[in-house]
């Protein structure tokens, strides 16, 4: 099937209450693996790429492996930049053919925030490409954060109703206390501030940092209105390790493409875990 936006598989996850999957993908193994394991459990799902990601690739080589494996594939894809700040390479994604992209301005003051996140629904809107901003700051576990600091970072639910009233994203993120990269701990998650925001305004919520949230946390998540998840870091450790593990198990065996079957399978195996754990099998 040809790419689609993000708009029809969030408004029927978010209505239905289950979570799409957005998986940061690496290469072409990687994106196979998201796609084939979509198929398997007959789920529409995000393929998601960082920043670095395109940067070291180029749209032209990303854009050709998800349309090829997209076009062989019948479950709703998306292809969606993660996490940017240049409004340049924002540009020349829409412009190679990603049909969704985030704008994260959330570092910048309130205001500052709310005018790049309009600007970026004005440059995406017309061409059919969905929009997801952020509010508050999504910290990563490696940020050295204390529980107060912590709270500091939040999102502001009176801010949050704000944003989306005049930036109107298709899909909104704001800071509930999830982090990106391994929690080190039990993370502090703010159910009460989710559960409000999710309830008073317009759009999807999105859930950042899923890597290492226990199974109980994901679904509380997801019935408080997350209808979008991201997982990026468990895709980073399973791409390393399915390939180092094959080959202490196999050391004296120079075959890389045995290698690259094992990565493969490593990648699937845990992408279709989370598709089951976030309730979206069989919603293609
Ligand atoms: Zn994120």
Redesign the pocket.
């Known amino acids: 099937m040809p790419l689609e936006n993000m708009n029809v598989m969030l408004g029927k996850a978010k209505d239905a209450g289950y979570a799409v999957g957005a998986f940061n993908i690496l290469d072409y193994n990687s994106t196979k693996a998201v796609i084939l394991a979509a198929e398997e459990a007959n789920a529409p799902v995000i393929i998601q790429t960082s920043a670095k990601t395109v940067i070291f690739w180029g749209t032209t080589a990303i854009i050709t492996w998800v349309k090829q494996l997209a076009d062989s594939s019948s479950v709703p894809i998306a292809l969606h930049l993660?996490?940017c700040k240049d409004l340049d390479l924002i540009e020349e994604c829409i412009d190679s053919g990603w049909t969704s992209v985030m704008i994260d301005a959330s570092s910048k003051p309130f205001e500052e925030n709310l005018s790049l996140s309009r600007q970026v629904v004005k440059m995406a809107r017309p061409k059919n490409i969905t929009v997801e901003a952020e509010l508050g700051a999504?910290v990563g576990v490696e940020d050295d954060i204390h529980v107060k600091h912590q709270d500091a970072h939040l999102a502001d639910s009176e801010q949050a109703i704000e944003f989306c009233e005049k930036v109107e994203p298709d899909c909104f993120?704001p800071a509930i206390g999830t982090a990106?990269g391994v929690y080190k701990g039990e993370p502090k998650i703010a159910y009460d501030l989710l559960e409000q925001i999710a309830a008073e305004v317009a759009p999807p919520i999105a859930l950042?940092?899923g890597t290492g949230l226990a199974d109980d946390v994901f679904k509380k998540c997801i019935s408080l209105g997350c209808a979008k998840v991201?997982i990026s870091t468990q895709l980073k450790y399973a791409f390393i390790d399915g390939f180092v593990n094959y080959h202490n198990a196999n050391n004296t065996e120079y075959n890389p493409l045995k290698v690259l079957d094992a990565q493969f399978d490593a990648l699937k195996t845990g992408i279709v875990e989370n598709i089951n754990l976030f309730g979206s099998a069989g919603k293609a």
């Open positions: 993660d996490h999504i993120a990106h950042h940092g991201n």
